[in-house]
C-alpha cells in the first residue's frame, strides 16, 4: 500500500542550555495512531519526539495516507479494530518508513538552526591508503 499523502501540522524545536553535556544521546519516539478510514485510504495521525537528552527537542505533529483498493483497506481496518492487534508488518513498516522520510530532512534543518547534533548518523568517507587498498581488490573511498 503506496504513501499517498504526508502532512506536517506542527512542528516544535526547542533547545535548553548553551553548553552540550559530554555524551549527547538522541532518541527517537514515533507513535502512529489507529487509523481511520477516509475517502482517499486510510489515514492515521502520528508525533515523533526526537530528544537531545539536557539539550533539547524537535517535535512533529501530523496524518499520513495510505492509499489501496476500498476491499484492502475494510479489511486491514476491520482486522485491526477487531482483534487490537498492530496492523500487518508490512502496512506499519511503510507508515513508519513514510513519517521518517517525511520529517528527516526538515528536522535536519531545525537542527542546525538551533545548533543541535543531526537527528541520525551522517555517512563518514574514509579515503584508504593504496597498500590497503590494493588488498581489498580496488582503490577509492568507501564511505561508511
Same mark, same amino acid.
Do not use: C
Given at each position: 500500500? @503506496? !504513501?499517498?499523502?504526508?502532512?506536517? =501540522?506542527?512542528?516544535?524545536? #526547542? #533547545?535548553?542550555?548553551?553548553? @552540550?553535556?559530554?555524551? +549527547?544521546? !538522541?532518541?527517537?519516539? +514515533?507513535?502512529?495512531?489507529?487509523?481511520? !478510514?477516509?475517502?482517499? %485510504? /486510510?489515514?492515521?495521525?502520528? #508525533?515523533?519526539?526526537?530528544?537531545?537528552?539536557? &539539550?533539547?527537542?524537535?517535535?512533529?505533529? %501530523?496524518? !499520513?495516507?495510505?492509499?489501496?483498493?476500498?476491499?484492502? +483497506? =475494510?479489511?486491514?481496518?476491520?482486522?485491526?479494530?477487531?482483534?487490537?492487534?498492530?496492523?500487518?508488518?508490512? /502496512?506499519?513498516?511503510?507508515?513508519?518508513?513514510?513519517?521518517?522520510?517525511? *520529517?528527516?530532512?526538515?528536522?535536519?534543518? /531545525?537542527?542546525?538552526?538551533? $545548533? /543541535?547534533?543531526?537527528?541520525?548518523? &551522517? @555517512?563518514?568517507?574514509? *579515503?584508504? @591508503?593504496?597498500? $590497503?587498498?590494493?588488498? $581489498? %581488490?580496488?582503490?577509492?573511498?568507501?564511505?561508511?
Amino acid at each position: 500500500m @503506496p !504513501i499517498k499523502a504526508f502532512n506536517i =501540522k506542527s512542528v516544535e524545536g #526547542r #533547545r535548553v542550555g548553551d553548553r @552540550p553535556p559530554r555524551n +549527547i544521546q !538522541i532518541s527517537h519516539d +514515533i507513535n502512529v495512531s489507529f487509523p481511520s !478510514i477516509i475517502e482517499e %485510504g /486510510l489515514r492515521a495521525e502520528f #508525533r515523533v519526539v526526537i530528544t537531545y537528552t539536557g &539539550l533539547g527537542t524537535i517535535t512533529f505533529s %501530523g496524518d !499520513i495516507i495510505v492509499a489501496a483498493s476500498e476491499e484492502e +483497506i =475494510k479489511k486491514v481496518y476491520d482486522e485491526w479494530k477487531s482483534s487490537g492487534n498492530p496492523p500487518p508488518e508490512k /502496512l506499519t513498516q511503510e507508515m513508519y518508513n513514510g513519517v521518517l522520510g517525511g *520529517i528527516i530532512p526538515h528536522a535536519f534543518y /531545525l537542527a542546525k538552526e538551533l $545548533k /543541535l547534533p543531526p537527528p541520525i548518523p &551522517l @555517512p563518514t568517507v574514509n *579515503i584508504s @591508503p593504496k597498500k $590497503k587498498a590494493r588488498k $581489498k %581488490g580496488g582503490e577509492g573511498i568507501e564511505v561508511v
